[in-house]
């Protein structure tokens, strides 16, 4: 007989508005541009604690089109995801680098990035959840399957179609998910 290997289960998260508080003008998010601007918010760290304590990776899937578009560089990205990863439990980064005009696979909410992590870390997208701040995160989740939560900020923007669960933070879509995963168990 084979040995049997179960696939990973994963929480893919966005990073502006999920780990770090995006920048909102006139009711719309918008990255951090440098470091110093960069503010981890409030209980992230310890619901990232707590979804690795449930036996899930934590997998970052972020769209930065400001690089495409030369308002940001792909380096200032590169430093705020080295400053997350000292402070915070998170297992990889995924990023788009591109603009909607570039048409590629990965921006979200086309699903390259999940669909591109399943396969490099071995995850169970249907065992898995996708955690998002903008219509983009719950389309990208639900197109490969993932369970969606979407954390509601009330921005100036188009809202998701049907995310399987509404938060106020990503410490209560964690407490969500706990209740939620006994489903697979």
């Not at 380096?75 to 439990?89: M, N, P, Q, S, W």
């Not at 591109?116 to 990208?140: E, F, N, P, T």
């Amino acid at each position: 007989m084979g040995i049997h290997n179960p696939l990973i289960r994963a929480v893919f998260l966005d990073r502006d508005g999920v780990l770090n508080a995006a920048i909102t003008r006139e009711g719309r998010p918008y990255p951090p541009q440098n470091i110093r601007e960069l503010s981890i918010l409030p209980g992230v760290s310890e619901a990232l604690k707590k979804i690795k304590a449930m036996n899930f990776k934590t997998i970052v899937v972020t769209n930065q089109p400001d690089v495409a578009r030369k308002l940001i560089s792909q380096e200032v990205v590169e430093e705020i995801h080295r400053e997350l990863t000292k402070k915070l439990c998170i297992d990889a980064f995924y990023v788009c680098w591109h603009d909607d005009k570039d048409e590629c696979t990965c921006r979200k909410p086309r699903p390259g990035m999940l669909a591109q992590a399943a396969k490099d870390h071995g995850i169970d997208l249907c065992k898995s959840y996708m955690v998002g701040d903008r219509w983009r995160d719950v389309d990208a989740g639900a197109a490969v399957g993932c369970q969606t939560i979407f954390i509601d900020y009330g921005y100036q923007d188009q809202q998701p179609k049907k995310p399987d669960f509404i938060s106020k933070s990503l410490a209560e879509a964690v407490v969500w998910i706990e209740n939620d995963m006994e489903k697979y168990e």
